[in-house]
Nanobody, 124 residues
Framework: QVQLVESGGGLVQAGGSLRLSCVVS????????IGWFRQAPGKEREFVAA????????YYADSVKGRFTISRDNAKNTVYLQMNSLKFEDTAVYYC?????????????????WGQGTQVTVSS
């Protein structure tokens, strides 16, 4: 079992920044992938970014590349999503998810564990 708890969402003006945190607890594997997804009202959940737990390799959706940075703090078992130059279209509920076997990067279906989500609202 893996538990994920997100925090750090809020209201920010366009052009501003937020940092989301995802505390990971329970059993994890070196090959696990931790991903961030988001879902806006009336839209499907979409991939944002992911990091491999062991290698720290990172992956991004084209829509956030160059603006968002995913990272991991070993000591705190926490994955961060630093979001800069936020746009109105970044408004969504952001979810942290874990694929313990590292089977996928972008496919939500293979992420077995999910956090409760944190709301990010960007005002234009």
């Amino acid at each position: 079992q893996v538990q994920l708890v997100e925090s750090g969402g809020g209201l920010v003006q366009a052009g501003g920044s937020l940092r989301l945190s995802c505390v990971v607890s329970g059993r994890t594997f070196g090959s696990a992938t931790i991903g961030w997804f988001r879902q806006a009202p009336g839209k499907e959940r979409e991939f944002v970014a992911a990091i491999n737990w062991g290698s720290r390799s990172t992956y991004y959706a084209d829509s956030v590349k160059g603006r968002f940075t995913i990272s991991r703090d070993n000591a705190k078992n926490t994955v961060y999503l630093q979001m800069n130059s936020l746009k109105f279209e970044d408004t969504a509920v952001y979810y942290c998810a874990a694929d313990p076997l590292g089977r996928t990067i972008r496919t939500a279906l293979y992420y077995d564990y999910w956090g409760q989500g944190t709301q990010v609202t960007v005002s234009s």
